[in-house]
C-alpha cells in the first residue's frame, strides 16, 4: 500500500510538472498581454507598458519565464498577476467561494442521482425508467450557459413577481398534479389496475397539496410549524428504518419514532437557543442529537441494535435539518423586507451591505447559492443517475443476488445488503473523480451567475493572457485530480477485495 | 431413406412457417440493430434536417442558398423584430403554417435572425465535426500503435494522457481557443480535435492490447504478415464499432464544448458568430426578446441530443451482446 502511494506520488508530481510546461506555454502563446494597454490613449501609456513588460518578464523568452516561475513556486511564493496584486490571496478567495458553490450542489446531485438510477433499475423498462433514461439524455445535450440564463429568468425574476401574489393558478395545478399522478404510477409495479389507482392517488394528493400552499398564502409566509415538523419526522422515521432495518421486530422503529418525537419537541424546548444561534452551537446541538439518538438505538434496538442506532440517528439528523429549514423559512419575511421583495438573488454569493441575524444571513447565502446549484445539480444528476442504474442493473444479475432471494430474504435486504452496496463501488470512483473537477469550479456557472470563484479567476486571467493566476490555478486543481484520483483507486481496492493495489 | 426423411422434416417444417434462417453479414445485422432503434433513427432524421437546413438555406462557401437574406445585412425592424413563423394549424387557434418574412426574428440591428442563427449553426457544426474527426483519427492511429507494438510508443502515449487527464477539458480547450478562435471554425477545430484525441486513444490502445493476443492475430503473424497489413486488416475492423460509438460521442461533446467556449469568449470571435456566441450576445436581450435567446439554445439541443442518440443506437447495434433494444 504505502510503496503504491509512493510511486503513485512520484509519477504524479513528474506527470504535474509536465503539465504545467504545457499550459505555461500555451498560456503565454495565447495572446498579447499588452493588448489593452496598446489601445490605450492616456499619456502615461509607455510607462504603463514599461512597467507591466517588467512585472511579466515579456523581454525574456517563455522557458526563462517558466523557470523563473518555477522557481518562485517552489520557494512557495505562488507570484503576482499583471497588476501587480498577490495571487496567493486571489487563489484563497476564489477557492472557499468556489467551494461554498460547488460541494452543495455536488453531494446533492450523488444522493439525488443515486436515488434515482438504482429506482430506475429496480423498476427496469418501467414508463419510469423510459422518462429517466430520456431525461438524461437531455440532460448531457444541455448546454449548461443556457439553462442558468433560463434559471435566471424564470426561476429568479419571474418567481420574484410571482412572489407578490403567491397564488397557484388552477391549470398549473392541474399540471402539477398530473405530473404527480404519473411518478406515482410509473413508480408503481403490478397490473393495469394497481398503476391506475396509484396514478389516481398521487394525482389526489399533489393538487390537495398545492391548492393549500395556494390558498393559505405559504409562498407569502413560508414554514412549516410544530405539528408539521412532527409529521415529515415521523415519516422520515418510518423511512430510514425500512431503509435499514425493516419494519420487523419493532426495536428499530420505536427507536427511530421516538428520535422524531424528541427532536420535534427539542425544537420547542430550545426556543431560545434558537432565536440567534452561532455556527458553534449548531454543530453542538447536531452532535447533542447524535449522541442521545444513539443512546435511544441502543436502549431500543433489541438485537438489531446496530441497524437501530443508524436509523434513529438519521432520523435525529434529518429531523434537525428539518427545524433548521423551518427557522430559515420563518426568517423569510424579514429577509424578503430587507432586499426588497427580490428573494431569489441571481449574482454574487451574498447581498452587499445586507446585515441580519444568523436566519437571515443562511437565507441570504442559500438564496444566492439556490440557481447556480440547481444548475450544477441538472447537469451531473444525469451522469450520476445513468452509472447507478448500469452498476444496479449489473449487480442485480449476479449470482450472490439470486442466492440472497433463493435464501428467501426479504426484498428490501436484497436490494439494500446485497445489490446497494455492490453497486456503489464503481461509483466511489466516479464520485472522487467528479469532486477533483469541482474544485476546479464550474467556470460557465460561475460566469453565468456572477460567482468570483476559481473558474471565474480561471477566465479574468486568460482573457488577460496572464500566466501567473492561471498556473496558481491550474497547481490546486491538478493536484486535487491527481490526489482524487489515487484515493478514488484506493476506495475502490478497499470496497472491492478482489483488486489489489500494485 | 428413412433417416434421410427424419432429418429432413424438422427443417421442412420450420422452412413452410417461414423460420428459415438467412445469413447475414456483421454490417447487416448492425444495420438492422441500429434501425429497430427508434430514438436512434429520429435522432438521424433530426440531425440531417438540422445539416441541410443549415448549409442549404443561407449558403456555403459562396454557393448562395435558398434564404434570401443574409446574416450580416442590417434592416429596419417589422413589428419591433418578433418571430413571425408559426406552426400552429388554424384549427387550433394558430395563424397556421407560415415561415413569414423573419421566421426567427431579427436583433435590435434588424438582421434577419433565421439567417445568423443558421450561419452558427454552420460553424458549430463545422467545428464538432472537424474535432470528432481530427481527434478519431489521432487517437485511433496512436491508440493502435501503441498497442499493437507497446514499448516505447505505449508508455509515450500513456504518459502524455496522464498529462493530459490532469488538465481539464473545458480548461484546455479554453486556452487553445484563445489561441485559435480568430482563425476561423476550421483552425477551431483542428486544434481543439488534437487536444481531445487521448481519452480515445486510450480506448483504442485497450482495444489493441485484448486483440493482438487473440488467435487469429497469432495466425497473421505466423504468416508472416506484416505489421501493417495486422494492424489495418486485421484487429482494426474488429475495433471499428468502439471507435465508431466513441467518434459520434465525441462530436456531440464537441457541440457543446464549441458553444460553452464561445459562450465565455473563448471561441468563434465576431464578427463571425456561433450558436453559443449568438447565446452569449443576446442573453441581456432575454426579458426583451426572448427570441434571440431561444433559437440559438434550441439547436444546440437538437443537434447535441440526436447524436447522442445515434450513438446510443450504434452502441446498441454493434454490441452483439444486445437483444433487447433499449429506448
Known amino acids: 500500500m504505502i510503496v503504491f502511494i509512493a510511486r503513485r506520488l512520484v509519477i504524479s508530481f513528474f506527470v504535474l510538472l509536465a503539465a504545467t510546461v504545457i499550459m505555461f506555454v500555451l498560456t503565454a502563446l495565447s495572446g498579447d498581454p499588452l493588448e489593452d494597454l496598446r489601445q490605450d490613449n492616456s499619456p502615461n501609456r509607455a510607462a504603463k507598458i514599461a512597467d507591466r513588460t517588467e512585472r511579466m518578464q515579456l523581454d525574456d523568452p517563455i522557458p526563462v519565464r517558466y523557470l523563473s516561475w518555477l522557481g518562485n513556486v517552489v520557494r512557495g511564493d505562488l507570484g503576482v498577476n499583471r497588476d501587480g496584486h498577490d495571487v496567493a490571496i486571489i487563489l484563497g478567495d476564489a477557492l472557499s467561494a468556489t467551494l461554498q458553490l460547488v460541494v452543495a450542489a455536488t453531494v446533492m446531485a450523488i444522493i439525488i442521482g443515486i436515488v434515482i438510477g438504482i429506482v430506475s433499475a429496480l423498476r427496469q423498462y418501467s414508463g419510469f425508467d423510459y422518462t429517466v433514461t430520456f431525461a438524461a439524455f437531455i440532460c448531457f445535450s444541455l448546454p449548461l450557459f443556457w439553462v442558468a440564463v433560463m434559471l435566471k429568468q424564470y426561476m429568479a425574476i419571474e418567481f420574484n413577481n410571482w412572489l407578490k401574489d403567491p397564488s397557484i393558478p388552477p391549470t398549473v395545478i392541474g399540471a402539477l398534479a398530473l405530473l404527480g399522478g404519473l411518478v406515482f404510477g410509473a413508480l408503481t409495479a403490478g397490473d393495469r389496475k394497481r398503476r391506475l389507482l396509484s396514478f389516481a392517488v398521487g394525482f389526489a394528493v399533489t393538487a390537495a397539496l398545492f391548492t393549500l400552499l395556494s390558498v393559505t398564502r405559504w409562498f407569502a409566509d413560508p414554514g412549516f410549524g410544530l405539528p408539521l415538523i412532527l409529521a415529515i419526522s415521523l415519516a422520515a422515521a418510518v423511512g430510514f428504518t425500512v431503509l435499514s432495518a425493516g419494519l420487523n421486530p419493532r426495536g428499530p422503529l420505536y427507536a427511530a419514532l421516538g428520535a422524531a418525537v424528541l427532536g420535534a419537541l427539542a425544537s420547542e424546548v ?11 452551537e449548531i454543530i453542538g446541538l447536531a452532535l447533542v442529537t447524535v449522541a442521545v439518538c444513539a443512546g435511544l438505538g441502543y436502549a431500543l434496538g433489541g438485537l438489531q441494535r446496530r441497524q437501530a442506532i443508524t436509523a434513529a440517528v438519521l432520523t435525529g439528523l434529518f429531523t434537525g435539518g428539518v427545524i433548521f429549514v423551518d427557522r430559515m423559512l420563518q426568517a423569510f419575511n424579514g429577509y424578503s423586507a430587507a432586499v426588497r421583495g427580490r428573494p431569489i438573488s441571481t449574482i454574487g454569493a451574498r447581498t452587499p451591505n445586507f446585515e441580519g441575524d444568523f436566519w437571515q444571513m443562511n437565507l441570504d447565502s442559500a438564496s444566492h447559492l439556490l440557481l447556480p446549484s440547481m444548475a450544477l445539480i441538472l447537469i451531473s444528476l444525469a451522469t450520476y443517475t445513468r452509472y447507478s442504474r448500469a452498476s444496479m442493473l449489473e449487480v442485480m444479475n449476479q449470482d450472490y443476488v439470486r442466492t440472497a432471494r433463493a435464501k428467501g430474504l426479504p426484498e428490501r435486504t436484497v436490494v439494500v445488503k446485497h445489490a446497494f452496496r455492490n453497486g456503489l463501488i464503481p461509483i466511489t470512483t466516479l464520485m472522487a473523480v467528479d469532486f477533483a473537477g469541482v474544485i476546479g469550479g464550474a467556470v460557465v456557472t460561475e460566469t453565468v451567475f456572477g460567482w468570483e470563484g476559481m473558474g471565474k479567476m480561471f477566465i479574468t486571467a486568460l482573457h488577460d493572457v496572464d500566466p501567473t493566476p492561471v498556473m496558481a490555478f491550474f497547481i490546486v486543481t491538478g493536484t486535487a485530480i491527481v490526489v482524487f484520483n489515487m484515493i478514488a483507486d484506493i476506495l475502490y481496492a478497499y470496497l472491492d477485495p478482489r483488486i489489489r493495489l500494485s | 431413406m428413412t433417416l434421410n426423411a427424419q432429418a429432413k422434416g424438422p427443417g421442412a417444417s420450420a422452412d413452410s412457417q417461414g423460420m428459415t434462417i438467412v445469413a447475414r453479414t456483421q454490417g447487416q445485422m448492425v444495420r438492422r440493430r441500429f434501425f429497430r432503434h427508434r430514438a436512434a433513427l429520429a435522432g438521424m432524421l433530426v440531425f440531417g434536417f438540422v445539416i441541410v437546413l443549415a448549409f442549404s438555406s443561407i449558403g456555403f462557401a459562396g454557393i448562395p442558398g435558398w434564404w434570401d437574406k443574409s446574416y450580416l445585412d442590417t434592416g429596419s425592424l417589422v413589428n419591433q423584430g418578433r418571430p413571425t413563423l408559426s406552426v400552429v394549424p388554424g384549427f387550433l387557434g394558430g395563424e397556421g403554417f407560415r415561415f413569414g418574412e423573419h421566421p426567427f426574428g431579427q436583433d435590435d440591428l434588424g438582421i434577419d435572425y433565421f439567417a445568423l442563427t443558421m450561419r452558427g449553426a454552420q460553424q458549430s457544426l463545422i467545428v464538432a465535426l472537424i474535432v470528432g474527426v481530427v481527434a478519431t483519427t489521432v487517437g485511433t492511429v496512436v491508440g493502435a500503435v501503441a498497442g499493437y507494438f507497446r514499448k516505447g510508443a505505449e508508455a509515450v502515449l500513456m504518459r502524455l494522457t496522464d498529462v493530459m487527464i490532469t488538465i481539464p477539458v473545458l480548461i484546455i480547450a479554453a486556452v487553445v481557443g484563445q489561441m485559435t478562435g480568430k482563425s476561423g471554425a476550421v483552425a477551431l477545430g483542428i486544434f481543439l480535435g488534437l487536444v481531445l484525441w487521448p481519452t480515445l486513444g486510450r480506448l483504442v490502445r485497450g482495444e489493441f492490447l485484448s486483440l493482438r493476443e487473440k488467435e487469429f492475430v497469432e495466425a497473421a503473424r505466423a504468416a508472416g504478415t506484416s505489421a501493417k497489413r495486422i494492424i489495418f486488416r486485421h484487429i482494426l475492423p474488429n475495433t471499428v464499432g468502439v471507435i465508431i460509438v466513441a467518434a459520434t460521442l465525441s462530436v456531440a461533446n464537441a457541440v457543446l464544448l464549441e458553444s460553452a467556449l464561445s459562450f465565455l469568449g473563448f471561441g468563434i470571435q465576431p464578427p463571425d458568430t456561433s450558436l453559443g456566441q449568438l447565446i452569449n450576445r443576446y442573453r441581456s436581450a432575454m426579458t426583451v426578446r426572448p427570441w434571440l435567446f431561444w433559437w440559438p439554445g434550441i439547436f444546440i439541443i437538437a443537434i447535441a441530443l440526436s447524436i447522442n442518440f445515434i450513438g446510443d443506437g450504434l452502441r446498441d447495434a454493434f454490441d452483439p451482446r444486445q437483444t433487447r433494444v433499449r429506448a
Not at chain 1, 430550545?270 to 458553534?280: E, G, K, Q
Open chain 1, 270 to 280: 430550545l426556543r431560545s437557543v434558537l432565536a440567534d444561534p452561532t455556527w458553534l
